[in-house]
């Protein structure tokens, strides 16, 4: 079984940046790729970012691209998500997620395996 722990959420002001990290408990970087989601309250779980772990590909979603950026430290068996410019819209529990085979990216029913969540919220 994976395990995946977020850290790196917090209140940060609207502008500002967060940078969040996710720790692989093994080798999930044999797996296809890592993805990030949201949810905010009351709302369904939204994708944001993925990575293919081999190569280093990258897909975003429209509502963070240019803001948002997503990498890997296969070393460290961690992917990251740096953000910049934060808007109050971007509330909501992050997770991230691990995906063994290819297919759809932005469809949360396509990953395998979920972390906890790390709260990130933004004060206008």
């Known amino acids: 079984q994976v395990q995946l722990v977020e850290s790196g959420g917090g209140l940060v002001q609207a502008g500002g940046s967060l940078r969040l990290s996710c720790a692989a408990s093994?080798?999930?970087?044999?797996?296809?790729?890592m993805g990030w989601f949201r949810q905010a309250p009351g709302k369904g779980r939204e994708f944001v970012a993925t990575?293919?772990?081999?190569?280093?590909?990258?897909v975003y979603a429209d509502s963070v691209k240019g803001r948002f950026t997503i990498s890997r430290d296969n070393a460290k068996n961690t992917v990251y998500l740096q953000m910049n410019n934060l808007k109050p819209e971007d509330t909501a529990v992050y997770y991230c997620?691990?995906?063994?085979?290819?297919?759809?990216?932005?469809?949360?029913?396509?990953?395998?395996?979920w972390g906890q969540g790390t709260q990130v919220t933004v004060s206008s």
């Open positions: 990575i293919i772990l081999s190569g280093g590909s990258t």
């Open positions: 997620a691990v995906k063994r085979y290819s297919g759809s990216y932005s469809r949360s029913g396509s990953y395998d395996y």
């Open positions: 093994d080798r999930t970087f044999s797996s296809y790729a």
